[in-house]
């Protein structure tokens, strides 16, 4: 099974500031996922990432937040300013293509004060 | 727009009985399922698969049933374990893209 981590595990940032949320793949991975999941609430899409490009998006992935893979293996995560309601699990995701399943990392407890 | 419904929130199961988790949706175009279990402040941890073209799929003691005319899926535990105490999660997806996931169903397994 493919190994994913994500750093930081927690991160408290007050509104308005910039966060960026990592995910390190173990092993070298095209498809990549960010999922986020408030508490209480079920896990909501965000976006796609393939070969260095957004595949697909879902509407809560608004002008705020943004995706890169700066040195070809960290996948991160910005969002240039955070609101109270930016607060959630987030979780990246790695395809397995093989299986067609996807792999999530641990999460990042993102708490917006 | 909740493509994916679990819509009990909430399951008790003695040691050793069935657990049966239940899972709607209502995009036909779905043709890949997923449930996932997942721990308090864990990410989600994938637990068995199955694609439209089956109609069961079995690991181990964890069965997943798809009906697709009545787009419905279950997962089946057996016999359940204090350890499968967890919150699950259905998830679809059409065609490899995004997943979809249900609202989860917190299953309690009681010794």
């Known amino acids: 099974e493919p190994e994913v981590t994500q750093t930081p595990s927690h991160q408290v940032t007050q509104m308005g500031q910039e966060v960026i949320l990592r995910c390190v793949p173990i092993s070298n991975h095209l498809y990549f996922y960010w999922y986020r999941q408030i508490l209480g609430q079920k896990v909501e899409f965000l976006v796609s990432f393939y070969n260095n490009e957004i595949s697909e998006k879902s509407e809560i992935f608004d002008d705020q937040f943004s995706v890169e893979r700066p040195d070809g293996s960290n996948f991160t995560l910005k969002i240039r300013s955070t609101k109270l309601e930016d607060s959630a699990m987030y979780f990246c995701?790695?395809?397995?293509?093989?299986?067609?399943?996807?792999?999530f990392g641990p999460g990042t407890r993102l708490t917006v004060l | 727009d909740q493509q994916v419904k679990q819509n009990s929130p909430s399951l008790s199961v003695q040691e050793g009985r069935i657990s049966i988790l239940n899972c709607d949706y209502t995009n036909s175009m779905f043709d890949y399922f997923l449930w996932y279990k997942k721990y308090p402040a864990e990410g989600p941890t994938f637990l068995i698969s199955?694609?439209?073209?089956?109609d069961k799929n079995e690991d181990g003691r964890f069965t997943v049933f798809l009906n697709k005319s009545a787009k419905h899926l279950s997962l089946h535990i057996v016999p359940s374990q204090p350890g499968d105490s967890a919150v699950y999660f259905c998830?679809?997806?059409?065609?490899?893209?995004?997943?979809?996931f249900g609202t989860g169903t917190s299953l309690t397994v009681i010794p």
């Open positions: 199955i694609s439209s073209i089956k």
């Open positions: 998830a679809a997806s059409a065609f490899g893209n995004q997943f979809y």
């Open positions: 995701a790695i395809l397995f293509v093989t299986l067609n399943t996807q792999y």
